[in-house]
């Protein structure tokens, strides 16, 4: 199966992909030095594990001539096309969103699979939409429609100490709103400016930038203010404390809500399960799940996409030090039988297990993976088995069931950006 997509944080090779042709039409000469240093070292794209590396005695996808004359074309046609250079079955077209002097700051890029659209079909179904939504994101980014518009005001607190009382740093809180107010405008404020979109007096304002200039949380650049990049510590602050469980909880509650089952997250812990966390709906099972509970992984959907994310030779260790036990007549209790339970799971990217836990339970789980395409945990919903087929279950639970572990991996790759998340 050939995934038609690509994860927060994937690398691609440039000239192997729409977006890249595209982007590189900004490049500078130092860019390209990098490119080719890149290439010479990593000639079959061995270091790109979101795409197929290429054969030993494959020629070149891209020579530097074919990457010069694609790009060269993509600027002068603003748009790019990828015919399956990317991974074979797909296509994909990108469009640039540019800054206001016209270059390329990033890309629009949408996939489809050969066996519903040719590459002509996918430019004439959605180049013109990207096109429109490259402008809009630009209009966002630059405020080239919204240059004379003033930007909202932000609450002054102004006579909020009386109502609050002593307990309330109203120079906190008129800091905190100067600071708030730089944000709502690409290229920073002026000191009028800033006052007015704070609801501060000029003197106020002027304060407040010039201390927390001083901090370091906001830049100052002719006349203008703007923050600097250290408000981050502010939010990354938070994001360090954060563990898995914190970043799932959200998504497992909207994930049974919507499916109207228990959901829950697990990661690997020896030849066991431990669930991390999790959203109960009605109890299915005799034994309440709760964070902490351990199960065999042999038996659980969760605990085979886990197991068959492992590296083979580390996947054929751990099936051999089994010793799987008949929880139920289903359970699979054959090495063998495992070992192709475990490789349909990591060819299909998710695993149904069907009353080998406990009887009249069904469970199916997809793997959750970090910036690295590594499975640290996975999602599952478990159901009654009931009088439906597995099949039912599939067209019916998976594709909520992968849309959830999509938004918990695009949380903690942006989480995981300063410092790793725990994950047990």
């Not at 997509?5 to 000239?15: A, N, Q, Y």
């Amino acid at each position: 199966m050939i995934p038609l997509g690509f994860r927060v944080g994937d690398l691609l090779p440039s000239e192997r992909c729409a977006a890249g042709a595209v982007l590189a039409t900004g490049w500078q000469p130092d860019t390209y030095d990098a490119w080719r240093a890149r290439r010479a070292a990593d000639p079959l794209d061995e270091n790109f594990p979101a795409v197929p590396a290429r054969r030993a005695a494959a020629p070149p996808d891209r020579t530097e001539a074919d990457f010069a004359a694609w790009t060269a074309a993509a600027d002068a046609d603003g748009w790019a096309l990828d015919d399956q250079l990317v991974a074979p079955g797909l296509v994909a077209l990108a469009v640039p969103v540019r800054d206001p002097d016209g270059r390329p700051v990033c890309a629009i890029s949408v996939l489809a699979h050969t066996s519903r659209h040719s590459g002509d079909e996918l430019r004439e179904h959605a180049l013109a939409t990207m096109e429109e939504e490259a402008l809009h994101i630009a209009d966002e980014l630059y405020g080239t429609s919204k240059a004379a518009a003033a930007p909202p005001a932000a609450p002054a607190y102004a006579d909020a100490k009386p109502e609050l009382g002593p307990s309330f740093l109203q120079a906190l809180a008129r800091g905190l709103a100067a600071l708030t107010a730089l944000g709502r405008q690409h290229g920073g404020l002026t000191l009028a400016e800033a006052a007015e979109a704070s609801g501060l007096s000029y003197p106020s304002t002027r304060r407040n930038l010039l201390t927390l200039s001083q901090l370091g949380y906001v830049e100052q650049r002719g006349r203008r203010f703007l923050p600097s990049p250290r408000v981050l510590e502010l939010g990354y602050a938070r994001l360090s404390t954060l563990t898995l469980a914190d970043i799932a909880q959200l998504h497992l509650t909207e994930l049974a809500g919507l499916v109207r089952e228990s959901a829950s997250l697990a990661v690997l812990d020896g030849a066991e399960v431990r669930y991390v966390a999790r959203a109960a709906t009605e109890q299915i099972t005799s034994a309440r799940i709760t964070p902490g509970t351990r199960l065999p992984a042999y038996a659980t959907s969760m605990g085979r996409v886990l197991l068959a994310d492992l590296p083979e030779a580390d996947r054929l260790e751990q099936i051999q030090t089994l010793r799987p036990q008949a929880l139920t007549p289903h359970t699979l209790t054959s090495l063998d039988a495992l070992a192709a339970a475990l490789d349909r799971a990591a060819e299909k990217g998710y695993a149904l297990v069907e009353q080998e836990l406990e009887a009249g339970l069904r469970s199916l789980a997809v793997p959750v993976r970090d910036r690295s395409g590594r499975a640290v945990g996975a999602v599952n919903v478990a159901l009654h088995a009931g009088p439906e087929p597995p099949e039912h279950t599939l067209d019916a639970v998976l594709p909520a069931l992968r849309a959830c572990a999509a938004r918990i991996e695009s949380d903690l790759a942006v989480a995981s950006a300063g410092a790793p998340v725990q994950t047990g």
